[in-house]
């Protein structure tokens, strides 16, 4: 089955800063890379997603690459933000299967 | 994206006993799952809740502690059932957005603890 590994588990940055969260995935049907941030007691919310046929996807200052050879994925957040902070969960899913392998997670902490 | 809710949102119960957790979506969906996730940790994926059939568990979850009923296309519950402590959990329910998106969409979770 899928494996995904996530780094790191915490990730501390100052205001303003960037952060960047790495993903690998192991099955190389996998075609579907989505990222969900969580909040302290709120559920997941789907911030970003990338499929295969894409290298890099972009939406304000959150952005996504996909390396399919390596098998790997990045979130990217830039200027970042307190409101940032949060725990940031990527996934890998095949196709078909609506299955996804979620990453351990990320704590991000934006200092203000 | 589809509307999802869940109650009860939080509860406290005794061990031995069993919580039913609803989940109800405001449009028809094919797929919904059930994921639990303990404190500080990733989600897990305990069901798929199918329409007209038993629901398909994942490793590590039974059908005689998760029954699940998916009685329509709109509508599904989780029970967890004869509890104890190590059942303190969230356990959230979440949906396919459709159109073979593979996008899932989670409700505000059931923060459950047992005593």
């Known amino acids: 089955g899928e494996n995904v590994e996530q780094h790191p588990s915490t990730l501390s940055v100052q205001e303003g800063d960037s952060a960047v969260i790495k993903c690998t995935y192991s099955?190389?049907?996998?075609?579907?890379f989505p990222w969900y941030k969580q909040e302290l007691g709120k559920r997941p919310q789907l911030i970003i997603d990338?499929?295969?046929?894409?290298g890099e996807k972009k939406d304000q200052r959150i952005a996504v690459t996909l390396n399919k050879t390596a098998k790997h994925f990045s979130l990217h957040i830039t200027e970042t933000q307190p409101e940032d902070s949060a725990v940031y969960f990527c996934?890998?899913?095949?196709?078909?299967?609506?299955?996804?392998?979620f990453g351990r997670g990320t704590s991000l902490i934006v200092h203000p | 994206s589809a509307v999802i809710s869940q109650k009860p949102s939080r509860d406290i119960c005794q061990r031995g006993t069993s919580l039913t957790i609803q989940c109800q979506v405001d449009?028809?969906?094919?797929?919904m799952f059930w994921y639990r996730q303990q404190p500080g940790q990733s989600l897990t994926l305990i069901a798929t809740?199918?329409?007209?059939?038993?629901?398909?568990?994942e490793s590590g979850f039974v059908i005689d502690k998760f029954p699940i009923s998916r009685p329509n296309l709109t509508f599904s519950t989780l029970t967890v059932s004869n509890m104890s402590p190590e059942d303190s959990s969230i356990y959230l329910c979440?949906?396919?957005?459709?159109?073979?998106?593979?996008?899932?969409?989670f409700g505000p979770g059931t923060r459950l603890t047992v005593l």
């Open positions: 990338i499929r295969s046929n894409v």
């Open positions: 996934a890998a899913i095949s196709g078909g299967s609506y299955i996804p392998t």
């Open positions: 809740a199918n329409q007209g059939s038993e629901a398909t568990y």
């Open positions: 449009s028809q969906v094919t797929m």
């Open positions: 099955d190389s049907a996998s075609n579907y």
């Open positions: 979440s949906v396919e957005s459709g159109g073979g998106s593979d996008t899932q969409y």
